[in-house]
């Protein structure tokens, strides 16, 4: 059966402070790139070799052999194809052998805005309930060991999907109603894209306990297409008799999203986003290192957590936990399950569990914290 849509919606994503989503690959200073000045170039090294002749070629592969990388780049620069330029904001000379992490050809792939939009909205699902429901369905669902991104998964089951008829197997995901694009915009400056080093920093001795450097977003936009399709009929939905009242408010909830307006999205994104800072704004309470980051979070609460156009959201490398799973409901609604979560976390996993740490990268010798952006629907 073919996918109807129903409605479009446009989500314009724009960095508040630097964005890193790591698609995977990195470079090495003085291997796949190289630095001049304030900057960092990124050769296609297949283009140049096609450019160069024979005698070129066996120079080039007496200086691979003797790893003088950079007399390389220096000789061949006449004919060299550079495939990205990036400015080094890291406050430090990179020097040989430096790893930089680099974003996705996308810059940031719809499916971590779709992951972050799941987020959300459970956020949004488990706020609308009862509160004893709520708890309830945690306390069967949600296990305190394993893997923090995994925590409550067996939870989001429970919300999201459906068995399908026993015939066709398998499950059917409510959330596929949505569907949302890599880019289809991206409106980037000369200097969007740079390297910071991202520092992570413990509480609460502020000891610098880890750092990569890496390539971040943080200037221009990024359009994105958000699709809503219609869902299956319900009447072809398998759903177990003794959870079939909560599953009926939340396939009434996802049918709705057929309705769903622009002023609908923005609202439950400015829900969760607006609850991302109050958090953020918690855990630098009282720090002096921090209070330019305090600054800049009361200002991004005053302009996007009122009736503006647009929502604060956080995505992508270093936004924490309470991005990504249900910690900021735990932490407002059910404080005792959050407090032993965090112990688990504390005695597991020590220091990266993220109330214990901030990631922050430093502009003009101020920390701020990273990922931080606002999504604007029309």
């Known amino acids: 059966m073919s996918t109807i849509v129903e409605k479009k919606l446009k989500i314009i994503l724009e960095p508040e402070s630097p964005i890193h989503v790591w698609g995977g690959d990195e470079i090495i200073i003085g291997v796949d790139s190289f630095i001049q000045g304030n900057n960092i170039y990124i050769p296609d090294l297949d283009k140049t070799l096609d450019r160069l002749d024979l005698r070129e070629l066996d120079i080039v592969i007496k200086y691979l052999e ?31 052998g430096s790893r930089i992490r680099l974003l996705p050809e996308e810059v940031i792939p719809g499916s971590s805005l779709k992951g972050y939009l799941r987020t959300a909205i459970l956020y949004n699902v488990l706020k609308s309930m009862n509160t004893n429901v709520a708890i309830n369905l945690i306390n069967k669902n949600v296990q305190l060991t394993g893997d923090p991104r995994y925590r409550a998964i067996q939870l989001e089951r429970i919300l999201f999907e459906r068995d399908r008829p026993p015939k066709a197997g398998g499950f059917y995901d409510v959330f596929s109603v949505l569907m949302i694009s890599d880019p289809i915009g991206r409106n980037l400056y000369q200097d969007s894209l740079v390297v910071r080093k991202l520092e992570i920093i413990e509480k609460p001795s502020l000891s610098l306990i880890g750092s990569i450097n890496a390539e971040f977003f943080e200037k221009g936009s990024l359009e994105y297409e958000l699709s809503i399709t219609k869902p299956p009929e319900r009447q072809y939905v398998e759903i177990p008799e003794d959870l079939k009242e909560i599953f009926n408010e939340i396939y009434d909830l996802i049918s709705r999203f057929r309705d769903f307006t622009s002023r609908d999205l923005l609202s439950l994104l400015r829900d969760f986003g607006c609850e991302l800072i109050d958090a953020e704004l918690e855990k630098i309470r009282g720090i002096q290192e921090f209070d330019r980051y305090r600054v800049f979070l009361e200002d991004l609460k005053r302009k996007y957590c009122g009736s503006s156009e647009c929502a604060p959201a956080r995505i992508g490398f270093g936004a924490g936990h309470e991005s990504k799973t ?7 609604y059910y404080p005792n399950f959050y407090d032993n979560l965090k112990s688990y976390m504390k005695q597991n996993i020590g220091r990266i569990w993220d109330s214990l740490t901030i990631k922050a990268v430093k502009i003009d010798g101020e920390y701020r914290g990273v990922g931080w952006c606002r999504l604007c629907v029309k």
């Not at 080094?88 to 990179?94: P, Q, V």
Request: aromatic share 8%.
């Open 66 to 96: 003797e790893k003088k990388l950079d007399q390389l780049y220096d000789h061949i620069k006449h004919k060299l194809v550079i495939k990205k330029i990036l400015k080094n904001y890291t406050g430090a000379s990179l020097s040989g």
């Open 326 to 332: 249900i910690a900021i409901f735990l932490r407002k």
